[in-house]
């Protein structure tokens, strides 16, 4: 009978081994299904076309669109390099990303060692960006008298924020220093400064 009693736990043990060796080895392939799935789920990022060093592939769209989309307002040029000031992210729609910020693009040629900016603009707003990480939509704020009530409306609960960043020439001058000194960089271009028509050269950051 005691033999019997021993077999039976003995029994009873390996199976209860078995069964959490295997509950231990599917949580093991979950979690690392898990880990796979999420960095599949922020895709690379290459910014070198439009001057974005970063990694954050929301950031990288509102770039690559100002590069590629709204530089179409104007003549062609050899180089396209927005600056960008980001107020808010907002990523609690379903469907969408939302980014309201401070928007420039400037369009470039290449003369010797400097970037001769030929064209650009201003474009405040808010970008709509897909989950897959493309821009949808933009809302610009009005120009003229109607700026102000239009970038109420566009930025809320953020317009203050939002104004603090517009009324900021410094800090927007040195956002475009950095982002043209990282399209220099990223794209191994001999250029050592940048020049609007009529103003000194601006000298990059090596």
Known sequence: MRKRVFILMTALVMAFGISACGTTEEAAVEEE????????????????????????????????????????????????????????????????????????????????????????????????????????????AADGEDFDSSAKEIFGDHYDDFMKIYSDSDLRNELRKVTVTDYVNLNGLSVTKFQDEGWDPVEIYH
Not at 58 to 83: G, Q
Not at 122 to 127: E, F, I, S, T
Request: proline letters at 5%; hydrophobic letters at 30%.
């Open 33 to 140: 299904n898990v880990t796979i799935e999420d960095s599949e789920s922020e895709p690379e990022v290459d910014g070198r076309a439009y001057g974005y060093a970063g990694s954050d592939p929301v950031e990288a769209a509102v770039y690559k669109y100002l590069a590629e989309e709204v530089s179409k307002d104007y003549d062609d040029a050899e180089v396209h390099i927005p600056t960008v000031n980001i107020v808010h992210i907002d990523f609690t729609p379903k469907d969408e990303i939302l980014v309201y910020g401070d928007f420039w693009i400037e369009n470039y040629n290449v003369e010797g060692d400097t970037l001769k900016c030929v064209s650009g603009g201003h474009y405040p707003g808010m970008m709509q960006v897909s989950k897959d990480y493309v821009v949808t939509d933009f809302k610009q």
